[in-house]
């Protein structure tokens, strides 16, 4: 089918237009379909839910080791398989005399938690035994001048023990290995004290040699990053950094030579990647022709009916029925299909304008003329955020009743001054203003005499409040270092002032400075 167009673009007035254009998409929908699948479901033969190519051939390890392989999309996970390598033919080289293994080498492991001034351990032993020795997984040295001596007859029973030199630690745990000197010959121990800032000790090894070297008790690292390297031409262990006067460096290797052959054993160092695990390819390789034709039949047929992808900024040659071309000539890129004709899209057209990286969070709208679709952008302009409600520098919010809450007020709505002159003073109480459903804050005084002097306090109720102030003719103004709340608003109140220690006062003045309370 030729590639689908509007055929009526932008007129869809009447009914009529509006049905051939539904068909002209059915038709080319049913005529995109294979084998009864629709074009969602082809694609999703080949694609994940992310859009990454999945294929319809597969590869396993069937559970009796066979590698075998599948090509299609089954109902069933256990049909359609073919093996390609059977497990009988996955093997390594014929085995061959490997060396030697025996028992283990440390054995008959004794763990202690030490009591209260302890220093003897039970451990049964013969004078010819090989001990290790750790307190809480520090390694210690035999001797009388370091951490512990050995008996075969201290302990319980006369059976054997370990005396430490100092009492150990209680709760400290002591634990006691065996070597087992009748089934090895290599096992070899050097302990060296530093004399001074030392970082090279000898010790004679081979390269098959597995070493084991402590600092003070504590095992170390072997690494050029961590803190020690070996040289076997050297027969030496050489620390990374210099190890100061006083310290304890012990180096133990055992190699086990009892004897029992084993043949036909492969190791998994040489199988597989000892970092990875991963099997080298050079154990797995299949020689040219090496296949038999029995066990591919069917591929190259199978493989030759399943579309074919290729993704190309120019149109593929060739193609065949079905193949997908990724055409990256054009911006979105583009997933057309062939049908043995042409390759066609796998959407239709649409008159959805084309978008960028510019268009990100834009909407779809209709032009100002009408005639078209366009992107535009969202105008908040006008629009208040809600977390700008209430917010410093944002805008106030509403109570249910339509005000702004009191909480969103300014501390101080305004300022004032109550004032009063008294002309004849005598020491008495004086209300300046009585003030109902509001609340104020005092926080000043002014006080002044024409002659003469007296003693003035603030009075709310008639009871006085805060300081008391004198009034002469140098007069007085101060501000309160504790301001004077007085709420009214539920109760009106008195506020005034209380003269006493009148001296021939006259012409008494009074000021309060007053601030009104939001709340």
């Known amino acids: ?25 059915i038709r080319y929908l049913n005529s995109a379909e294979l084998g009864s699948n629709t074009i969602g479901e082809l694609l999703a033969k080949l694609f994940d839910s992310t859009g990454a190519f999945i294929g319809p051939i ?23 398989w073919v093996t390609l390598v059977a497990a009988s033919e996955l093997r390594g080289e014929a085995g061959t005399n490997v060396g030697e293994i025996g028992a283990p080498i440390i ?20 004078a010819s035994d090989e001990l290790l020795v750790y307190v809480n997984g520090v390694l210690k040295r035999s001797g009388s001048s370091y951490d512990y001596q050995t008996s075969t007859t201290a302990g319980t029973g006369s059976a054997g023990a370990v005396t430490f030199n100092s009492a150990v630690t209680t709760g400290h745990t002591v634990t006691i290995y065996k070597i087992r000197s009748t089934a090895i010959t290599g096992f070899t121990r050097s302990d060296t004290v530093t004399t001074g800032s030392q970082a090279v000790f000898a010790f004679v090894h081979d390269s098959t040699t597995k070493l084991q070297v402590y600092k003070n008790g504590i095992l170390q690292r072997e690494g050029g990053s961590f803190d020690y390297t070996t040289s076997v031409s050297n027969n030496t262990v ?27 054993l492969m190791f998994e160092s040489d199988f597989v990647n000892s970092s990875t695990g991963l099997i080298n390819l050079a154990k ?68 959805l304008p084309t978008f960028t990286s510019s268009n990100a969070g834009q909407f779809v709208r209709v ?33 249910s009743t339509g005000r702004m809450p009191s909480a969103q007020l300014p501390t101080f709505l305004s300022s004032d001054s109550f004032h009063q002159l008294v002309a004849s003073v005598s020491n008495t109480t004086l209300d300046m203003k009585r003030i109902y459903k509001q609340k104020i804050q005092i926080d000043g005084i002014s006080v002044l005499t024409s002659s003469g002097s007296c003693s003035v306090q603030i009075q709310v109720n008639g009871t006085g409040q805060g300081s008391t102030y004198t009034a002469n ?38 000021t309060l400075a007053i601030s009104v309370l939001s709340s």
């Open 107 to 126: 054995h008959t492991r004794v763990d202690a938690v030490a009591t209260s001034g302890q220093t003897v351990f039970d451990y049964a032993h013969v």
């Open 58 to 80: 597969e590869l396993q390890k069937s559970t009796s080791g066979d590698i075998q392989y599948r090509v299609g999309t089954y109902a069933n996970s256990a049909d359609g």
């Open 1 to 25: 089918m030729a590639r689908i167009r509007q055929q009526f673009p932008q007129n869809y007035g009447s009914s009529g237009n509006i049905n051939t254009e539904i068909e002209n998409i």
């Open 473 to 510: 003719t140098t007069g007085l103004d101060t501000a309160l270092s504790t301001p004077i709340q007085v709420d009214a608003t539920s109760a009106n109140k008195r506020v005034g002032f209380i003269v006493t220690n009148n001296s021939s006062a006259a012409n008494l003045e009074v």
């Open 367 to 399: 032009n100002g003329t009408g005639t078209a679709l366009e992107y535009g952008t969202v105008d908040l302009s006008t629009v208040i955020a809600i977390t700008q409600k209430g917010a410093a520098n944002g805008v106030a919010s509403l109570d």
């Open 238 to 264: 050489t620390f990374n950094s210099a190890i100061a006067s006083g310290n304890t460096i012990s180096i133990i290797t055992v190699e086990n030579t009892s004897s029992q052959a084993v043949t036909g």
């Open 284 to 351: 797995v390789s299949i020689a040219d022709g090496a296949i038999p034709q029995a066990k591919i039949t069917n591929l190259v047929a199978n493989l030759g009916i399943k579309a074919k992808l290729t993704v190309s900024n120019s149109t593929p040659s060739n193609p065949a029925t079905g193949d997908l071309w990724h055409d990256t000539s054009q911006t979105p890129n583009q997933l057309k299909f062939y049908d043995g004709t042409q390759f066609l899209r796998t959407s239709p057209e649409s008159s």
